[in-house]
């Protein structure tokens, strides 16, 4: 029996999950990140969080799994696009890594913006909106604010490469399907880009090596060993980023099918055949090899859930709480559409396909006769609205859709996913792994490692039971006039 580690460095935890190869997990361990916040709209946390921590989560993982370590193929490393880490000389950090949601870079990115004539060039080359998100907008600003933490920087990581270098102990490097949120990569051709590195006033020298995602970056090293047990013979795999992985763990193999991911945030994505320029979306370079992932970005989605729902536990005089699950009890009891009850979900601002920072949510059509089963169903109605929102303009530019496959913690709610098909009127599937960013990351390392022959042999070995979801035409026809209201709402 061989088995799978993937290892996700990502900004709300640091996680490891172990799979078998036919894709079960079998054992996992997890931290939660701290987030320091000096100033308002800041978002950091200390070095060792990617250089130390991934060890021991390794470690703890194994331990808890009871898996033979000689029988470990591969460590496939996934994490967060966009968060940076200052790197000095000596191989140690010389800075906090800054989240790639840290806000403080704005002015930077106009900056950015001023000396390539514009941000639509920005996007052109890279396929990302010019905002303060991209690593080039914290760089710029480390350079501009922080100068001391910029002049003791030989190198400026991004989660995947600081990982990397933890686990084989030597070199920096990170794959392609994160460059275009480092902000200084082209698009088309996966290198650095001249014009966008004089620009910033970055050195390619700078930043991690660019390679191919599925690329072997080595073994694990001694150090590495000796803090876990893994044998110095295990590969090291970059496997992409956390968005490129959990397209394959949610078993999208090529055209024609669409991801729908609910966590905090919301993405609705789709594997292209060749790269797409819309100032509405993002594209960065697939997992899978030859593709290209198109995206729209819903700034809040769970989010807006979470949100209710604790604020319905604030107010309960007894100090009981309401689960999710309490949750989505209540709103099975309404009926589709709320009863005319309509929330725009953006609590975060809007994401595609407005991208409007300074968007609100919106309570639209509230009466007396509206219940708490009305207001949470909305919630559900509304993410779902604005996920078609988004889904609509992806679509312009792929073959007809046939089948939405929904993951994340969102997915856990089968009342979401029917209301999710209800409202775009498509088939969906909800894999039997919700944790589909380290399953894509482990099959793109068992990839690497000649577990299996390609990527489709990999999703189709992993592929177990799924719950389907099929459109109601009644609620369907509901949900026409619904969306038609949401778009109005939230346009306006």
């Given at each position: 029996?061989s088995?799978l580690?993937?290892?996700?460095?990502?900004a709300?935890?640091?996680k490891?999950?172990?799979f078998?190869?036919?894709?079960?997990?079998?054992?996992?361990?997890?931290r939660d990140c701290?987030?320091?916040?000096?100033q308002?709209?800041?978002?950091?946390?200390?070095?060792?969080v990617?250089t130390?921590?991934?060890?021991?989560?390794?470690?703890?993982?194994?331990?808890?799994?009871?898996?033979?370590?000689?029988?470990?193929?591969?460590v496939g490393?996934?994490?967060?696009?966009?968060?940076v880490?200052?790197?000095?000389?000596?191989g140690?950090?010389c800075?906090?890594?800054?989240f790639?949601?840290d806000?403080r870079?704005?002015g930077a990115a106009d900056?950015?913006?001023?000396r390539?004539?514009?941000?639509?060039?920005?996007q052109?080359?890279?396929g990302?909106?010019?905002?303060?998100?991209p690593?080039?907008?914290?760089?710029?600003?480390l350079?501009r604010?922080?100068?001391?933490?910029?002049?003791?920087?030989?190198?400026?990581a991004?989660?995947?490469?600081a990982v990397?270098?933890?686990?084989t102990?030597s070199g920096?490097?990170?794959?392609?399907?994160?460059?275009?949120?480092?902000g200084?990569m082209?698009?088309?051709?996966?290198?650095?880009?001249?014009e966008l590195?004089?620009?910033?006033?970055?050195?390619?020298?700078?930043?991690?090596e660019?390679?191919?995602p599925g690329?072997v970056?080595?073994?694990?090293?001694?150090?590495?060993?000796?803090?876990?047990?893994?044998?110095?013979?295990v590969k090291?795999v970059?496997?992409?980023s956390?968005?490129?992985?959990f397209?394959?763990?949610?078993?999208i193999?090529?055209?024609?099918?669409?991801s729908?991911?609910i966590?905090?945030a919301?993405?609705?994505?789709?594997?292209?055949?060749?790269p797409?320029?819309?100032p509405?979306l993002?594209?960065?370079?697939?997992a899978?090899?030859g593709?290209?992932?198109?995206?729209?970005?819903?700034?809040?989605?769970?989010?807006?859930?979470?949100?209710?729902?604790?604020?319905?536990?604030?107010?309960?005089?007894?100090?009981?709480?309401r689960s999710?699950?309490?949750?989505?009890?209540?709103a099975?009891?309404?009926p589709?559409?709320s009863?005319?009850?309509l929330?725009?979900?953006?609590l975060?601002?809007s994401?595609?396909?407005?991208w409007r920072?300074?968007?609100?949510?919106?309570?639209?059509?509230?009466?007396?006769?509206?219940?708490?089963?009305?207001?949470?169903?909305?919630?559900l109605?509304?993410v779902?609205?604005?996920q078609r929102?988004a889904?609509?303009?992806?679509?312009?530019?792929?073959?007809?859709?046939s089948?939405?496959?929904?993951?994340?913690?969102?997915?856990?709610?089968?009342?979401?996913?029917q209301?999710?098909a209800?409202?775009?009127?498509?088939p969906?599937?909800v894999?039997a792994?919700r944790?589909s960013?380290?399953?894509?990351?482990?099959?793109i390392?068992?990839v690497?490692?000649g577990?299996?022959?390609?990527?489709?042999?990999?999703?189709?070995?992993?592929?177990?039971?799924e719950?389907q979801?099929q459109p109601?035409?009644?609620?369907h026809?509901?949900?026409v006039a619904?969306y038609r209201s949401?778009?109005e709402?939230?346009?306006?």
């Amino acid at each position: 029996m061989s088995y799978l580690v993937a290892l996700d460095a990502g900004a709300s935890e640091v996680k490891v999950s172990i799979f078998d190869r036919a894709g079960a997990e079998v054992a996992n361990a997890r931290r939660d990140c701290p987030s320091e916040a000096p100033q308002p709209g800041w978002a950091e946390c200390p070095p060792e969080v990617l250089t130390r921590w991934p060890l021991d989560v390794l470690r703890e993982a194994l331990e808890t799994s009871g898996v033979p370590l000689d029988e470990v193929a591969a460590v496939g490393v996934t994490g967060s696009r966009a968060t940076v880490l200052p790197v000095g000389r000596d191989g140690e950090p010389c800075g906090s890594a800054i989240f790639w949601y840290d806000r403080r870079a704005s002015g930077a990115a106009d900056e950015l913006g001023l000396r390539l004539d514009g941000p639509d060039r920005f996007q052109q080359l890279t396929g990302i909106p010019l905002d303060a998100t991209p690593s080039v907008a914290k760089i710029m600003w480390l350079r501009r604010h922080q100068s001391r933490i910029f002049d003791a920087a030989a190198l400026f990581a991004i989660p995947q490469s600081a990982v990397l270098n933890a686990l084989t102990g030597s070199g920096w490097s990170c794959d392609a399907s994160y460059g275009s949120y480092v902000g200084l990569m082209d698009l088309e051709t996966r290198r650095w880009n001249d014009e966008l590195l004089a620009a910033s006033g970055i050195s390619a020298a700078a930043l991690p090596e660019l390679v191919a995602p599925g690329t072997v970056t080595g073994t694990i090293g001694a150090t590495a060993a000796a803090a876990t047990g893994l044998p110095r013979s295990v590969k090291v795999v970059a496997s992409g980023s956390d968005s490129a992985c959990f397209k394959i763990g949610a078993g999208i193999e090529g055209t024609g099918v669409a991801s729908i991911y609910i966590g905090t945030a919301g993405v609705v994505g789709v594997i292209t055949n060749r790269p797409v320029r819309d100032p509405r979306l993002t594209c960065c370079p697939s997992a899978l090899p030859g593709y290209w992932d198109t995206e729209g970005l819903l700034l809040s989605a769970g989010s807006a859930y979470r949100w209710l729902r604790d604020l319905l536990n604030v107010a309960r005089p007894d100090g009981g709480t309401r689960s999710f699950g309490d949750l989505d009890a209540l709103a099975a009891e309404a009926p589709p559409g709320s009863d005319g009850l309509l929330v725009v979900p953006h609590l975060a601002g809007s994401g595609t396909p407005l991208w409007r920072a300074d968007a609100s949510g919106v309570v639209s059509g509230l009466r007396l006769s509206h219940s708490l089963s009305s207001l949470a169903r909305a919630v559900l109605e509304g993410v779902a609205y604005a996920q078609r929102h988004a889904l609509d303009a992806v679509a312009e530019h792929v073959s007809p859709l046939s089948r939405l496959r929904f993951t994340g913690g969102g997915a856990a709610s089968a009342l979401w996913a029917q209301i999710i098909a209800d409202v775009t009127g498509i088939p969906v599937s909800v894999p039997a792994s919700r944790e589909s960013t380290a399953l894509g990351a482990a099959l793109i390392a068992g990839v690497a490692a000649g577990i299996y022959s390609d990527h489709r042999c990999a999703i189709a070995a992993a592929a177990g039971p799924e719950r389907q979801f099929q459109p109601d035409a009644v609620a369907h026809e509901t949900y026409v006039a619904g969306y038609r209201s949401y778009v109005e709402v939230a346009e306006r």
